[in-house]
């Protein structure tokens, strides 16, 4: 039986969280509602129950469960509000903007006997998907290094996520997404140290990009990069490994591999360039070195949905586990720590 699932927030992501119940194989959409009464308008336009009130939302017995996709200030008062009214809950990301409150969300989940968790939806990006294929087959050896860039060029957008107040931000925005995405990659690695730097170009009141440095206790690293006012973008991701490296341009394109095979050349040509040659920089050719697209993985990201049915069932444990979000909020935490004193910080997380 499909479970009945309620959204309070029909903007941008709530509106997506709507789309994607209404065409569930798991799930149907109870109804929505949102402070707006013209969003709420627009939600009867498109055949969907509006709720007038939330309260009243939360006194439906037939929900099953609740999605919260309201701006990020909002998100604990309504997450609880739903736990205590017996609700499993689905909350956007950032599901908060510190651990404490996160905490608090999470026991309020114990007291009340509800499944919590978190739309960490870019698990299921393509290109990410990739990056964890090669790394997991060890086609190309160990990991040393990941870089992992979004670059845009139009500021933040004119709403809410451009004020402090409410959360706003490229951190809290799309640093949420590729921070989990990483940690998914360094799932057992620890961190010892944070270094981050914000940028102010477009917005004073919160960072319109950031760049994050993550050091590993075992020598690997990772880059984040979050850019707004880029209007040449850098590669998507760029991996580092012992015997090769690997390279997704942008989110449409296949990852391409260069695999080592082997290290010493006999005659290496030195290559001309504007001041002198080098045979450092000089290119490698097929005798040491195998290049070759990766076929873009299958993805589906209902996936999500599925997985959380199925855990309101008792049959699958949750794909996004509060140990895993209560790690990204404190790498944020230690960004914007790491910002403010201009320093790198050290760290066990």
Not at 72 to 87: M, P
Not at 266 to 281: F, S
Request: glycine share 8%; charged share 25%; aromatic share 8%.
């Amino acid at each position: 039986m499909k479970k009945k699932i309620a959204v309070i927030g029909y903007g941008g992501q709530g509106g997506w969280h709507c789309k994607q119940i209404l065409k569930s194989d798991v799930a149907e959409l109870a109804g929505i509602y949102d402070i707006n009464p013209a969003r709420g308008q627009l939600a009867k336009e498109d055949n969907i129950h509006v709720y007038e009130s939330a309260d009243a939302l939360l006194k439906d017995t037939d929900i099953d469960a609740v999605v919260v996709a309201t701006p990020n200030d909002s998100h604990k008062e309504l997450v609880i509000r739903a736990l205590n009214a017996g609700k499993n809950v689905i909350c956007e990301k950032p599901v908060e903007v510190s651990v404490e409150a996160f905490d608090e969300m999470c026991a309020a989940a114990e007291r009340a006997g509800k499944l919590f968790t978190v739309h960490q939806n870019r698990r299921w990006d393509v290109d990410f998907l990739a990056m964890k294929q090669i790394i997991g087959s060890g086609q190309i050896g160990d990991v040393i290094r990941i870089e992992s860039r979004i670059h845009g060029s139009r500021g933040i957008p004119s709403d809410w996520r451009g004020t402090k107040a409410q959360g706003g931000g490229m951190i809290l925005d799309w640093g949420v997404h590729l921070i989990d995405q990483v940690l998914q990659l360094f799932e057992k690695d620890k961190i010892q140290k944070v270094y981050c730097n914000t940028t102010n170009i477009t917005n004073k009141e919160v960072d319109d990009g950031f760049r994050l440095n993550l050091y590993f206790e075992n020598g690997k690293t990772a880059y984040i990069e979050v850019g707004t006012y880029n209007f040449l973008a850098m590669p998507r991701f760029y991996l580092q490994c012992e015997n090769g490296s690997a390279l997704i341009s942008d989110w449409t394109k296949k990852a391409h591999v260069a695999k080592l095979k082997a290290w010493n050349e006999k005659d290496v040509l030195p290559v001309q360039t504007a001041a002198g040659i080098t045979k450092t920089m000089a290119p490698r050719d097929e005798v040491t070195l195998d290049e070759y697209d990766i076929e873009r993985p299958l993805s589906d990201v209902h996936d999500f949905y599925r997985n959380f049915c199925a855990a309101l069932d008792g049959k699958e444990e949750m794909l996004i586990t509060h140990k895993q979000v209560r790690r990204v909020l404190r790498v944020m935490e230690l960004a914007f720590e790491s910002s403010e004193q201009g320093q790198a910080v050290d760290c066990n997380v």
